[in-house]
């Protein structure tokens, strides 16, 4: 098993600026990568951004390339989400993701993760 704990999230004013963190443990080494997800009220869930343990090579949706940045500290089994120029459509719960698939592939899929934290909320203000 994998248990992954979120904090970072809070209220933003519109053009601001939040880290999210996501701290992995257990049995790290069966997972291949980590993703951050949203989930706004009413929609499904988005995938935001993903990042290989090994090589680092990074993945963004659409909506926020340029303005969120993923980044990993493997030797802390943590990852990260950088979030600049916040807006109010970027108001949702952010969910860290585990995936056991090695193929990238899977990345941007909700289905290609295992395990999932509890979600932070993040709220950006106009």
């Known amino acids: 098993q994998v248990q992954l704990v979120e904090s970072g999230g809070g209220l933003v004013q519109a053009g601001g600026s939040l880290r999210l963190s996501c701290a992995a443990s257990g049995r790290t080494f069966r997972t291949y990568a980590m993703g951050w997800f949203r989930q706004a009220p009413g929609k499904g869930r988005e995938f935001v951004a993903a990042?290989?343990?090994?090589?680092?090579?990074?993945e963004y949706g659409d909506s926020v390339k340029g303005r969120f940045t993923i980044s990993r500290d493997n030797a802390k089994n943590t990852v990260y989400l950088q979030m600049n120029s916040l807006k109010p459509e970027d108001t949702a719960v952010y969910y860290c993701?585990?995936?056991?698939?090695?193929?990238?592939?899977?990345?941007?899929?909700?289905?290609?993760?295992?395990?999932w934290g509890q979600g932070t909320q993040v709220t950006v203000s106009s």
């Open positions: 990042i290989r343990w090994s090589g680092g090579n990074t």
């Open positions: 993701a585990a995936s056991d698939e090695s193929g990238s592939y899977y990345y941007t899929l909700k289905n290609g993760y295992k395990y």
